[in-house]
């Protein structure tokens, strides 16, 4: 076959059925597994006719048309899975191969896979769908190196023994420890990733930098496996001050399960559903915005985030109005993204104790201009804006999450306009009455946009810790 690639996908093929080969091509595999005496049957599908012409000729040439059956389909669409023990998938995107698998109906088949392009995204797509026993080699071929995944599906009934990968796990793969040209492969995707790194650093959007330049480093150098807890808190008490919250909230470190941690979990708020993710990807702190206890608890039931942090030994950390109110917080990110987009010739706070922040546009902005921008920095498909406001704005007050009460702050002190969160129906009539623009941007959007710059604090400092922004970190509600 002199296929190195192809090889490699031939040598998982367990022999214990019939194999199915997506996307045969010029059916070398399917010949080739024959020939071995690896199987005794094989359906070599492709989705084109031109290919499956070539294939049918190799196949007959090698007098092999009573062993290899060959169909046109679109992935696994007109493949019939009975007895088939093995499906090999080669030579395509690892987003192709995840569309192709989601159409099909299967379990207990093993899965070879040679993504050409994303494999991060196969990997994940594999460990989310029951298919723990994972395997990788890479095998360098003409110069490039490749890698093939080897899935077995298997069955996990209790919550606490299924996996979810991370992003670095995902970009690192399935490797065994001895495998030098997986060791090679971890190596140029490091370099790719440095590379990459200082592209972003040198346009300007140094967060992704940052994390780019982090992943490079725990390829390289591998994931620290403890973190003291308390070095991580008293990090962020010199960042964010704890000293600085409002006497009514509830910062700190709330959940104390463990002394160490593995890896951390970021949040706005600690939901059973982030609890849930933490508990698979095996990470055992998170740190959020909003206090996972906020208000007296007069009881816990199996239900409530509290129990089920401390009965999976994950600790808490909750930074609320201190990020807030801190520079480089909350208040601080919105503003820097603004000025990424305007010019400004000051910014001030908005408040004596320093929550939310006061804009002078160097010029005024029509507030749809404003408000196409706005949508923009929180990722918002629709900005509610009250109805008799100023339609231009030279300055331009901002409070994070839900900033309603600040409005007649905001007038005394000239602002034009209010950008905040969860505005009440009594602000909307003070605003109307008072001619103030308000621009409610939605709790979550104005808030959760705080986690990004709040990872790339903590991958410079613990560039080899697993730092997440949990993806089941998401606005509470949905709109119909």
């Known amino acids: 076959m002199n296929n190195k690639r192809l090889e490699m996908c031939a040598e998982f093929v367990s022999g214990k059925g019939i194999v199915c080969d997506v996307g045969t091509d010029h059916a070398y595999l399917a010949i080739e597994l024959i020939k071995s005496g690896k199987c005794s049957k094989v359906i070599a599908s492709d989705i084109n006719e031109k290919p499956l012409e070539s294939a049918k000729k190799n196949v007959a040439d090698a007098g092999l048309s009573d062993k290899i059956d060959l169909v046109l389909s679109d992935g696994l669409e007109n ?28 379990v207990d088949i093993r899965l070879i896979l040679q993504p050409m392009t994303k494999p991060e995204i196969l990997r994940k797509w594999l460990c989310e769908n029951g ?20 899935a077995d599906y298997e069955s996990i009934e209790h919550e606490s023994n299924m996996s979810e990968l991370t992003e670095i796990e995902s970009i690192s793969g399935f490797f065994a420890y001895d495998d030098e040209t997986g060791k090679k492969y971890c190596q140029q995707k490091a ?20 994390h780019y330049s982090a992943l490079s480093r ?21 960042k964010y001050p704890f000293s600085l919250q409002e006497q009514w909230d509830n910062s700190g470190l709330l959940v104390n399960s463990f002394s160490t941690c593995s890896g951390i979990l970021l949040a706005l708020d600690i939901t059973n559903e982030v609890i849930t993710e933490a ?46 109110i801190a520079e480089g917080g909350t208040n601080t990110t919105i503003v820097k993204k603004i000025t990424e987009k305007f010019a400004v010739t000051s910014t001030a706070p908005l408040e004596d104790s320093g929550l939310g922040c006061i804009i002078e546009f160097a010029s005024p902005h029509d507030i749809d201009e404003l408000a196409h921008i706005f949508k923009e920095i929180f990722s918002i498909d629709r900005i509610r804006v009250s109805r008799y406001g100023k339609r231009i704005i030279s300055r331009l007050a901002i409070c994070s999450g839900s900033g309603g009460s600040l409005l007649n702050l905001a007038d005394k002190k000239d602002c034009d306009a209010l950008l905040t969160g969860d505005v009440k129906h009594d602000v909307w009539i003070d605003a109307n009455n008072s001619y103030m623009t308000v621009f409610d941007c939605g709790h979550f959007h104005t808030e959760n946009i705080v986690l990004w710059e709040l990872r790339r ?11 997440e922004i949990a993806e089941s970190s998401a606005d509470p509600c949905i709109y119909l």
């Open 79 to 106: 493949i019939n899975l009975d007895g088939v023990s093995d499906i090999v998938i080669a030579g395509m995107g690892g987003e192709t191969i995840v569309h192709v698998l989601e159409s099909a109906d299967f």
């Open 131 to 150: 298919f723990y026993k994972l395997s990788e080699k890479a095998v360098e071929d003409g110069g490039k190196i490749y890698t093939v995944i080897c």
């Open 191 to 210: 370099e790719s990733l440095a590379k990459a790194s200082e592209s972003l650093r040198k346009s300007g959007r140094i967060n992704e930098a940052v």
């Open 218 to 238: 725990k390829l390289v150098e591998g994931i620290e496996s403890k973190s003291s807890i308390r070095e991580i808190y008293n990090f962020l008490d010199e």
């Open 279 to 324: 508990i698979h990807k095996e990470t055992d702190l998170i740190i959020s915005h909003h206090p996972v206890i906020f208000h007296p608890l007069k009881k816990i039931d199996f239900m409530n985030p509290v129990y089920r942090l401390i009965q999976h030994n994950i600790s808490a950390i909750c930074m609320h109005t201190n990020l807030d």
């Open 457 to 467: 604090v903590l991958e410079e400092k613990f560039p080899l810790l697993d730092i």
